[in-house]
């Protein structure tokens, strides 16, 4: 049986684990709030800019984006794959990162070649410890999805796409379910799905004689900024909901660490006094034992 | 209907103004454009500057936005406000310095590789040598 010291030592360093973990609970729950704040500040952006690309699509545009138009090969995909800067966080980075090692092994074993593009410190380190090629990455955002920072590395994706090296664009990342829930999901960024561009609500809009915006100062341009701000702007939903599942994800782990530090400190004082009560016995019998030999 | 139209104005950030709206006056980048109710669909760019918003039984406020885009539709008007300052210029810079970064990195991580094979083929020399020499030392 391990000195009652050595037991002592041991749950000293076991407390001083749990308050660390607790307060690293305390500090998630409290940006799990904001993060979520966040993700739903970024929804009506997102439905809007939605909204405008259904108008689009229903009106008669004379040029038609490449970002909506299909290719038929598929030879090079791009991935855009968001995960947290800082672990502590549960199997929220492994699931993710699992779900797109599989579809990489499918697209390489169909011949097709990947780029990378990592949002995110673990991400990036996965990536390039898997050899995969990273074309750009943005890591150390922080607590808040930085529009201003991302918006480099997405365009280095999307003008790889609009130059014909990529035929296809997929995000990986976390949907924030509820607290206690996170899925890890892909999704077709590039080229836009007829589901993305149909308004939310279905509305089917009054068939009107054939219609057009007036652009100013001309179609392709203005049509250009809308496309590339849709795409950032699913981008950024995309981190914002990864942030708060990242936090709520920290909260859960680290209050299964407080709780398992807890049980261990119980066990560890059950075994710590029966050492104790052991050693008085022994001590109380060797005297006895030596006041009958005297 | 017909006198006023909905009005909202989102960043990605957050949203900046929902609501009813008489008249609005944007700066779009040809001119100041001023909408009301019923206005022919349009879609422009707008340049950093003051949108003015005449809300019904209200007085005028104004709304800061640093550029964005503005659709018009007859009974809805959205403006899709930028939180990054953007340019053609600027976001290239930004896309250059996030490639850089990522070239870096696997440029980093290739001399990793080559450092792991140069140090497991000097572990594989070494081993090779103490063993003939000990074959030496048996054989004399």
Same mark, same amino acid.
């Given at each position: 049986? !391990?000195?009652?010291?050595?037991?002592? *030592?041991?749950?000293?360093?076991?407390? $001083? @684990?749990?308050?660390?973990?607790?307060?690293?609970?305390?500090?998630?729950?409290?940006?799990?709030?904001?993060?979520?704040? =966040?993700?739903?500040?970024?929804?009506?952006?997102?439905?809007?800019?939605?909204?405008?690309?259904?108008?689009?699509?229903?009106?008669?545009?004379?040029? =038609?984006?490449?970002?909506?138009? +299909?290719?038929?090969?598929?030879?090079?995909?791009?991935?855009?794959?968001?995960?947290? &800067?800082?672990?502590?966080?549960?199997?929220? $980075? @492994?699931?993710?990162? =699992?779900?797109?090692? *599989?579809?990489?092994?499918?697209?390489?074993?169909?011949?097709?070649?990947? &780029?990378?593009?990592?949002?995110?410190?673990?991400?990036?380190?996965?990536? +390039?410890?898997?050899? @995969?090629?990273?074309?750009?990455?943005?890591?150390?955002?922080?607590?808040?999805? *930085?529009?201003?920072?991302?918006?480099?590395?997405?365009?280095?994706?999307?003008?790889?796409?609009?130059?014909?090296?990529?035929? =296809?664009?997929?995000?990986?990342?976390?949907?924030?379910?509820?607290?206690?829930?996170?899925?890890?999901?892909?999704?077709?960024?590039?080229?836009?799905?007829?589901?993305?561009?149909?308004?939310?609500?279905?509305?089917?809009?009054?068939?009107?004689? !054939?219609? &057009?915006?007036?652009?100013? !100062?001309?179609?392709?341009?203005?049509?250009?900024?809308i496309m590339v701000r849709?795409?950032?702007?699913?981008?950024?939903?995309?981190?914002?909901? $990864?942030?708060?599942?990242e936090q709520s994800a920290?909260?859960?782990?680290?209050?299964?660490?407080?709780? $398992?530090?807890?049980?261990?400190?119980?066990?560890?004082?059950?075994?710590? *006094?029966?050492?104790?009560?052991?050693?008085?016995?022994?001590?109380?019998?060797?005297?006895?034992?030596?006041?009958?030999?005297? | 209907?017909?006198?006023? %139209?909905?009005?909202?104005?989102?960043?990605?950030?957050?949203?900046?103004?929902?609501?009813?709206?008489?008249?609005?006056?944007?700066?779009?980048?040809?001119?100041?454009?001023?909408? %009301?109710?019923?206005?022919?669909?349009?879609?422009?760019?707008?340049?950093?500057?003051?949108?003015?918003?005449?809300?019904?039984?209200?007085?005028?406020?104004?709304?800061?936005?640093?550029?964005?885009?503005?659709?018009?539709?007859?009974?809805?008007?959205? #403006?899709?406000? /930028?939180?990054?300052?953007?340019?053609? /210029?600027?976001?290239?810079?930004?896309?250059?310095?996030?490639?850089?970064?990522?070239?870096?990195?696997?440029?980093?991580? #290739?001399?990793?590789?080559?450092?792991?094979?140069?140090?497991?083929?000097?572990?594989?020399?070494?081993?090779?040598?103490?063993?003939?020499?000990?074959?030496?030392?048996?054989?004399?």
């Open positions: 049986m !391990p000195s009652s010291r050595e037991i002592r *030592n041991k749950i000293k360093s076991v407390k $001083n @684990t749990q308050k660390i973990t607790r307060a690293m609970e305390m500090v998630a729950a409290s940006k799990m709030r904001k993060a979520q704040d =966040r993700m739903k500040k970024a929804r009506p952006y997102g439905e809007k800019i939605r909204n405008v690309a259904a108008h689009m699509s229903n009106a008669s545009v004379e040029y =038609r984006h490449p970002f909506l138009i +299909s290719r038929d090969s598929v030879k090079r995909v791009g991935i855009i794959v968001v995960t947290s &800067d800082k672990g502590l966080c549960g199997g929220l $980075n @492994t699931n993710v990162l =699992r779900r797109a090692l *599989n579809e990489i092994r499918t697209w390489e074993t169909e011949g097709n070649h990947v &780029d990378a593009c990592c949002i995110g410190n673990k991400g990036l380190g996965f990536m +390039s410890r898997l050899g @995969t090629q990273v074309i750009s990455q943005v890591t150390g955002l922080g607590d808040a999805p *930085n529009m201003e920072r991302l918006i480099g590395a997405v365009k280095v994706v999307l003008d790889a796409y609009t130059e014909g090296q990529l035929d =296809r664009v997929y995000i990986f990342y976390n949907r924030f379910i509820n607290t206690m829930k996170q899925m890890p999901v892909m999704e077709q960024l590039l080229p836009l799905t007829d589901d993305r561009i149909s308004s939310e609500d279905g509305e089917a809009r009054p068939t009107r004689a !054939p219609w &057009d915006y007036i652009y100013e !100062p001309e179609a392709k341009p203005v049509i250009d900024d849709y795409i950032e702007a699913l981008v950024y939903q995309a981190v914002a909901e $990864n942030m708060a599942s920290r909260m859960v782990a680290m209050k299964a660490a407080s709780d $398992n530090a807890g049980n261990l400190i119980d066990e560890l004082t059950l075994i710590y *006094n029966k050492s104790r009560q052991a050693a008085i016995t022994k001590e109380l019998s060797e005297i006895v034992g030596g006041a009958a030999a005297v | 209907m017909g006198t006023i %139209f909905h009005l909202d104005i989102v960043s990605a950030e957050e949203s900046i103004y929902s609501g009813p709206a008489e008249f609005i006056v944007a700066p779009a980048v040809m001119g100041e454009v001023g909408i %009301f109710p019923q206005h022919t669909p349009m879609l422009t760019r707008i340049k950093s500057g003051v949108v003015r918003v005449k809300a019904p039984l209200q007085d005028d406020e104004e709304v800061y936005v640093s550029g964005g885009m503005l659709e018009v539709q007859p009974d809805v008007v959205t #403006i899709l406000a /930028d939180t990054a300052v953007r340019g053609k /210029d600027l976001d290239e810079a930004k896309a250059l310095e996030a490639k850089r970064k990522a070239e870096e990195i696997m440029k980093n991580k #290739i001399s990793e590789i080559e450092y792991a094979r140069a140090q497991a083929e000097l572990i594989e020399a070494t081993a090779q040598l103490a063993a003939i020499q000990k074959l030496r030392k048996r054989g004399h």
